[in-house]
């Protein structure tokens, strides 16, 4: 049995008919043709995987699709606005914090959702609110000092929008 | 795996669509979609709870509070009457996962996956914590039955919850003044399922222990309470000396076995040092002096 489904994603409608078992990130990767999300572990505990559904971080690969009908989902390819990269994905390149880059998407979106609930997180919140991302080369402190360089960012974008 | 699925809007519904053979409840799918993944659950019908709006609740009612089925870890540990309430138990909360399955995984499918080193139940045994369990009651509508929480597991990932029935609520009591809990545990690294996890709750009256409830994880079938600790503890005037001698006697409470994680007697030798902690700990939030 198929269902008929509605996903918003990255602001964009999307109707579309899925079997009870097809899991979130692989509608996002094979059909919708969106490679960003990564398939990492597989059983929820890397984050590769992450995305954003209604702006909080979740894992795409342990989320049945038919569970998300008519909701709203950010996926790495959703950050960039007009030609230019998100405060954070600059970030990352600047601080030196991609390396092989399989984490990058999941840790990034990870880092939004914080950063879109607490513009200005202390280190340890940092560590704590991507402590489901594992990063297997680049290392942690360039990832956490990225994080912090963009919150800063975000906020001087800010004022001089004031 | 091939299965059908259905996404009720109300809980009428839901019970209804749980009728069905092979019908299994899902939640956040933490742990029920991985199953699914290898094999080790093979629903033959999925009910989605997630959608209804009148399973999503945190509230505080009279003297205690309620967390409906479907209220997620996340929307739990930063409830502002939870945190100012029950810091144990959002310091328990708080070590299950990522981020990610704090915004997935539910209080109440914590409970009822019922693994026995989950990290909840430790805690919420030590709050004295009841279950309101819901089926389907014909034409008497919905029934509803309330049982303790130690009462709802029956063994290693076993409750008693019958087909067709799903847990509406978990009920905590309030605490009163003068009362503090506390969580511990141990695992190797932070993601990590805990090798040993133990909670302990204390109602203090003046420098003496009025009331002790001690329960672990990971010790046992299912998560157990430590009733020689507590009858040990209960009436006594504090004493480091006193918190020694109660903590090692946890050994007459638990049946640890060697797995994956941890061997028997490590966690035997552990546990003693874990609920000691665990008992310093929420005696000073209950406002204990050493």
Not at chain 2, 64 to 69: C, D, E, K, N, R
Not at chain 2, 227 to 240: F, I, Q, T
Not at chain 2, 279 to 285: G, S
Request: net charge neutral.
């Amino acid at each position: 049995m198929n269902l008929s489904i509605t996903l918003n994603v990255n602001g964009k409608d999307y109707s579309l008919e899925v079997k009870p078992n097809e899991i979130l990130l692989n509608v996002l990767r094979d059909r919708l043709e969106l490679m960003g999300t990564k398939y990492g572990c597989g059983i929820g505990e890397c984050g590769a995987c992450t995305v954003l559904l209604e702006g909080r971080a979740i894992l795409s690969c342990q989320t049945l699709a038919f569970t998300v009908d008519g909701k709203r989902i950010t996926t790495i390819e959703g950050l960039e606005q007009d030609g230019d990269l998100h405060p954070l994905q600059q970030a990352f390149i600047d601080e030196g914090a991609v390396q092989c880059g399989y984490c990058t998407p999941g840790m990034i979106l990870s880092a939004k959702a914080l950063l879109d609930a607490k513009p200005d997180p202390s280190n340890q919140e940092i560590k704590q609110a991507i402590r489901g991302n594992l990063c297997r080369c680049t290392g942690y402190t360039n990832i956490v000092r990225a994080i912090k360089t963009a919150s800063v960012t975000i906020k001087n974008r800010g004022r001089m929008k004031r | 795996m091939d299965f059908e699925c259905s996404t009720p809007r109300n809980l009428d519904e839901a019970l209804e669509a749980l009728k069905a053979e092979g019908a299994q409840v899902l939640a956040g799918g933490t742990d029920l979609v991985n199953s699914i993944k290898i094999n080790a659950a093979k629903p033959r019908h999925l009910v989605y709870i997630l959608g209804i709006a009148e399973l999503d609740f945190v509230t505080v009612e009279g003297k205690s509070l309620s967390i409906g089925a479907g209220a997620r870890l996340g929307d739990i540990e930063h409830n502002h009457g939870v945190v100012s309430r029950f810091p144990a138990l959002c310091e328990a909360i708080d070590v299950i996962g990522g981020t990610q399955i704090r915004n997935m995984a539910t209080l109440a499918g914590n409970i009822c996956n019922a693994s026995p080193g989950a990290d909840t139940p430790p805690i919420l045994l030590a709050l004295n914590a009841e279950v309101e369990i819901c089926g389907a009651g014909g034409a008497a509508g919905v029934q509803y039955s309330r049982l303790p929480l130690g009462g709802f597991f029956s063994g290693p990932k076993k409750t008693v919850l019958k087909q067709g029935q799903l847990v509406f609520k978990l009920i905590l009591p309030l605490p009163p003044e003068h009362s503090g809990a506390a969580f511990r545990r141990l695992a190797r690294v932070s993601l990590d399922i805990a090798k040993i996890n133990c909670a302990a709750y204390i109602e203090r009256e003046g420098d003496r222990i009025r009331l002790a409830r001690i329960a672990l994880g990971s010790v046992a079938p299912t998560p157990v309470r430590a009733p020689a600790v507590e009858n040990a503890l209960e009436g006594r005037k504090y004493g480091e000396r006193l918190f020694d001698r109660a903590a090692g006697l946890v050994a007459e409470d638990i049946a640890p076995i060697d797995d994956v994680r941890s061997t028997a007697a490590y966690r035997g030798q552990i546990a003693s040092l874990l609920v000691r902690e665990a008992l310093l700990e929420a005696w000073k939030r209950a406002g204990g002096q050493k």
